[in-house]
Nanobody
Framework: QVQLVESGGGLMQAGGSLRLSCAVS????????MGWFRQAPGKEREFVAA????????NYADDVKGRFTVSRDKAKNMVYLQMNSLKPEDTAVYYC????????????????WGQGTQVTVSS
């Protein structure tokens, strides 16, 4: 079992920055990948970014490339999402997720999810 707890969400003006954190506990193996997803009201959950636990290989959704950076700290069992140049359309609940395998963009492949943290970007 893997437990995930997100933190760091909040209200930010457009153009600002936020860093989300995901505390990972339980049995996380080097074959795992960690993903960040988001869900805005009335919309489906969408992929944001992912990173492999072992090698740190990352991938991003097109609309966050160059603005968001995913990272992990294996010593602290933490995953981060640094979000810069925030836009109102980034407003959503952000979720951390874990999967045994690659950093898939398909939410259905992930086995473990956190409870989410709200990010609101005002114009």
């Amino acid at each position: 079992q893997v437990q995930l707890v997100e933190s760091g969400g909040g209200l930010m003006q457009a153009g600002g920055s936020l860093r989300l954190s995901c505390a990972v506990s339980g049995r996380i193996f080097r074959t795992y990948a960690m993903g960040w997803f988001r869900q805005a009201p009335g919309k489906e959950r969408e992929f944001v970014a992912a990173i492999t636990w072992s090698g740190g290989s990352s991938n991003y959704a097109d609309d966050v490339k160059g603005r968001f950076t995913v990272s992990r700290d294996k010593a602290k069992n933490m995953v981060y999402l640094q979000m810069n140049s925030l836009k109102p359309e980034d407003t959503a609940v952000y979720y951390c997720a874990a999967v045994q395998g690659a950093g898939y963009s398909d939410a259905g492949k992930y086995d473990y999810w956190g409870q989410g943290t709200q990010v609101t970007v005002s114009s």
